[in-house]
């Protein structure tokens, strides 16, 4: 079983690709910001970075949830669908006119309760999670017209405190102070707790991982139910900046958080990656669409760059396991040379 604790999943040569892969987003990120500064100017308003911020921030929030799942091999397309299942839960709430603390610790709840489903799904049942997840989100965008007629309006003035009065220094969003505590403890948590080298190791070898003793199922579950906390505070922060829910508010965002998770260097096929990376994908990410806007281009460019960019991360990353795979066939021989 190998797994790496600077979440690269590669013994010896791991800090080095880290390394590597960052030193390539930064380079993507200051050429992105150099495009913008000379064809978008406007880009830069105070106005525009602070609403850049906002999205990067329950982006990131997501993504960082995403890339434990991802992690252990799995992957969840029902982010978008829990996050919108969050918005209304939480909007429930708000109409009661409880006060605006309660809705945070809602909306972890309620994420975290749709994810130990998919989670049971996956370990319990045996469900491959793409099937078990796409089941669900199917399950969640049909009962929500159930419940709610279309959208959910009138909502007291404080459901929107936390979005357009709890700003740092009057300006910064409340939502980036969330982020940067959020990352700063997802780093330090996947580089040196005993739980992280334990979702590390599922993804490089399951079964490996069982005979040295880790608790697949019980672990799998476990990064399910955080993911969906954290999907809870992401759609907790969208859903309380606006005074109209709809049912459809997370829709299609979990691809963007996939996106996030894989562009940052996180294999697809699991048992490496580094929340470094996925914090600098998410910043890219966050980048396009009001990048398109202020050059004048259509936001359907939006979606064809985020296809192009989840496509190339998925045959990198494929590329990146296959290469692994040889190199380690290769040494089995040299160390085997009767086999040969």
Known sequence: MKHNSDGSGQPGSGIKKGLTTEVYLFILVIVIMLILRLFAADFYSLNNVMSTFNYFSYLLIGAVGMNLIIITGNIDVSAGAIISVVGIAVAFVGKTNVPFEVFLPVGMAVGA?????????????????????????????????????????????NFTWLAFNAKLFGIIPSSVLFMIIIAVIAIIFMKYSRFAKKLYAIGNNANAAKLAGVNVNKTVVKGFVIAGALYGVAGTLIVTAGQRVTMTMGSGLEMTLIAAVVLG?????????????????????????????????????????????ILVSVIVS???????????NTMKLNCNPEVK
């Open 113 to 157: 309760g749709l994810s130990f489903m998919n989670g049971i799904f996956i370990t319990k049942l045996r469900i491959p999670s793409i099937v078990a997840t796409l089941a669900t989100t199917q399950l969640f965008a049909g009962i929500l017209p159930l419940v709610v007629d279309g959208a959910i309006y009138d909502l007291p003035a």
């Open 265 to 309: 260097g996180t294999s697809i096929a699991g048992g490496s990656g580094k929340i470094i990376g996925t914090v600098v994908g998410a910043f890219i990410l966050s980048l396009i669409s009001p990048a398109m806007n202020y050059m004048g281009l259509s936001s359907d460019w939006s979606d064809a760059v985020m296809g192009a960019i």
């Open 318 to 328: 494929q590329i990146a396991v296959m290469t692994e795979k040889n190199k380690l």
